[in-house]
């Protein structure tokens, strides 16, 4: 039976509540919550303080932002990953940082066991656990979803009104949500019927469309060897260059999406999340490479983007092979240095603009006049790139 339990917290429905229910069931455990700021603009002393009242014996607040935005947003930003077309995978990434902090608070503090609020059903349960088997096999881990008897968020607001837990969550606003910088998930409520349009009031952080400027915006994005650098010209640190770029996105009703995705566990969800400046970012640093990388190198990245997606998505974060894509995204991005200009309106990006040194674009060779080009070698190449389709025609004919 574990003695002391370091708990990732966040002060929410799922993690007020287990609190007291680890002390009630592991024989009066200790609990030490570990909250971690990855800018979710929540008031984090406020949970600090609400861990220490509903039973932790410590409190910790971890300021996570800029590792989370220079350790995990920019390398899968560097991949182009997107999982399933359109996820930008917000939660996905923030899971391994949180339980890779988790882990050190454990080893500092003498904790055996480790303890998270994901559901039995969902994603971050393995993402929280594949982590914490990478980097600490020997703690143990609760997952008290997978454990007690609750059986919804209906019954765990029962729960905390019972223990005098207060939470923000309602059976009118039941939606299971979760922030930091870079986006706002929400899950839960009318969303689990996909036949459902998401209620405008769901949403906490975008204009809408039908409110935004009428007329649009326009943002320049800087980057160096793949890697966001600046907003309209002016060089910002990371933290800055994203807050402001949530901004400009969120006033232009950019970044909304509302998807049915493949959980790794086996079913299909539906969810819905804002991504403003991330979304800016994605299509950015997608246009920019498509001035920079040559063809072989840029079809060949399309698939281990894809997989290190998945990766990112499964929960696959401290692994060899992770590390090794990381490597080839390192390479490969050396010289997608330069600038795209985008245009916002009423939740529409478009690029009107796209500027590098390592530019692989020749006007020259891409313009309608035979400059620079002698039309004659391509009858050669035509021939030949035609063998494989030839070559069987002519022997069926014989």
């Not at 800029?66 to 947003?73: D, P």
């Not at 994203?242 to 566990?265: P, S, T, Y």
């Not at 997608?336 to 796209?354: C, E, I, P, W």
Request: aromatic residues 8%; glycine residues 8%; hydrophobic residues 40%.
């Amino acid at each position: 039976m574990p003695k002391k339990v370091v708990l990732a917290y966040s002060g929410g429905l799922d993690t007020s509540i287990i609190i007291p229910w680890l002390k009630e069931t592991y024989g009066g455990c200790e609990v030490i919550a570990m909250i971690g700021d990855l800018g979710q603009r929540e008031d984090l002393e406020a949970a600090h303080k609400k861990a220490l009242a509903t039973g932790a014996s410590a409190a910790y607040v971890e300021d996570l932002r800029e590792e989370f935005i220079t350790g995990y947003i920019w390398p899968t930003l560097r991949a182009g990953a997107v999982y399933e077309h359109k996820y930008l995978l917000g939660t996905s990434f923030a899971r391994p940082l949180l339980a890779k902090r988790q882990v050190e608070v454990a080893r500092k503090v003498g904790a055996d066991a480790l303890a998270h609020g994901c559901t039995g059903k969902g994603n971050d349960q393995v993402r929280f656990e594949l982590a914490a088997k990478a980097l600490a096999p020997e703690l143990a881990i609760i997952a008290p979803w997978r454990e007690w008897k609750i059986n919804s968020r209906e019954e765990a607001i029962a729960y905390a009104r019972s223990h005098n837990i207060p939470v923000e969550q309602t059976t009118k606003d039941i939606y299971s949500r979760d922030r930091n910088i870079w986006h706002l998930s929400h899950e839960g409520g009318v969303l689990e019927d996909p036949a459902n349009a998401p209620e405008e009031s769901m949403w906490k952080w975008i204009t809408s469309a039908a409110k935004a400027p009428d007329q649009p915006t326009t943002v320049e994005i800087g980057f160096e060897a793949g890697t966001p650098v600046s907003v309209n010209g002016k060089k910002l640190a990371p933290l800055a260059l994203i807050d402001q770029l949530n901004e400009i996105a969120a006033a232009n009703g950019v970044g909304r999406m509302d998807i049915v995705e493949n959980r790794l566990v086996g079913m299909k969800s539906r969810g819905a999340y804002e991504t403003p400046g991330g979304t800016l970012l994605v299509a950015a640093h997608r246009e920019l490479e498509s001035l920079c990388l040559d063809r072989e190198t840029a079809h060949y990245q399309q698939i281990l983007s894809l997989r290190y997606a998945e990766m990112v998505y499964y929960g696959m974060w401290f692994t060899p092979l992770r590390e090794a894509l990381d490597a080839f995204f390192t390479s490969s991005q050396k010289r997608v240095t330069g600038s795209v200009a985008l245009s916002l309106f009423k939740g529409n990006v478009n690029a009107t603009s796209r500027k590098s040194p390592y530019s692989l674009y020749r006007p020259g060779l891409a313009s309608f006049s035979m400059t620079g080009y002698n039309p004659k070698d391509a009858e050669g190449f035509i021939n030949l790139f035609a063998l494989p389709i030839t070559v069987p025609l002519e022997a069926a004919v014989r």
